[in-house]
């Protein structure tokens, strides 16, 4: 994540030393979702092996940041970052491909990090105080899994299971802006959808938000609702999961 905002700040100061401010935006914000997991997992396979999982429900608060870089230069999209990060806990019995739970029911947990890296094109800027984006969703999750108290097959030991892996998901991205006129009001939604072979994901966005404009500097603040859905599954079809996350979010913005 520091990595990824490091080079969007790095770029952004490139831009604005070397272009016409007229010509530039950056925009940059972060707040904190609070949002509610839903959902369950499985995994079967040839042997007879099956395992469940199902979300608690629990609700949960994690912070949220994005970044966005317009410029002039044509025929070279202009960039949006994103990083959110969501959790949730359950219950968890059966056997999978690395654990059993030896026919009792445990406690697992798991976290998503998302890090969201966008081209995209403007298709109207600011005309008629509307803007529309168009482009494509590099969304790179870092997922860790933990189960407690299981055997852990590969050591024949009982104990916490723990593993991670990265996937890379491709999205479609839309975003439509509208400024109300005589006022600092936006209203504005944004979504990303993708849909392969039996597997979902999709993250959408609604929010309001109010601007001070100071002239060079803009601050705002944003309120929004926000959902997402993982609903996934393996190559071979023996692991799947549908999980959704839902709530309001609320942050600051910087403009300039």
Not at 148 to 164: A, P, Q
Not at 227 to 246: R, Y
Request: proline letters at 3%; glycine letters at 10%; a negative charge.
């Amino acid at each position: 994540m520091k990595k990824i905002l490091t080079m969007g700040l790095l770029t952004s100061s490139l831009l604005l030393s070397q272009l016409n401010a007229d010509f530039v935006r950056v925009e940059m914000g972060g707040g904190v979702w609070d949002y509610k997991p839903s959902g369950t997992g499985s995994y079967s396979d040839s042997t007879g092996a099956t395992g469940k999982y199902k979300s608690d429900e629990k609700k949960s608060s994690d912070a949220y940041v994005w970044m966005l870089i317009k410029h002039p230069v044509p025929l070279v999209p202009n960039l949006r970052l994103e990083y959110c990060d969501v959790k949730d806990e359950g219950l968890v019995n059966g056997r999978f491909k690395d654990f059993d739970t030896l026919g009792a029911t445990t406690t697992a947990h798991y976290e998503l990090k998302q890090y969201d890296i966008i081209p995209y094109y403007n298709l109207l800027d600011n005309l008629m105080w509307t803007t529309v984006d168009v482009g494509i969703d590099i969304k790179v999750v870092d997922a860790s899994y933990t189960a407690n108290g299981v055997e852990i097959l590969s050591l024949g030991s009982v104990g916490d299971y723990h593993d991670t892996d990265t996937l890379v998901i491709p999205l479609a991205y839309a975003r439509g802006r509208v400024e109300v006129p005589g006022t600092g009001l936006g209203l504005e939604a944004d979504g990303k959808y993708v849909t392969y072979d039996g597997s979902t994901v999709y993250d959408f966005r609604a929010k309001v938000d109010y601007t001070f404009d100071f002239n060079v500097i803009q601050p705002g603040v944003e309120l929004g609702y926000r959902v997402q859905k993982f609903d996934i599954k393996t190559d071979d079809d023996k692991t799947k999961m549908n999980i959704d996350f839902s709530g309001f979010y609320a942050g600051v913005m910087l403009r300039f």
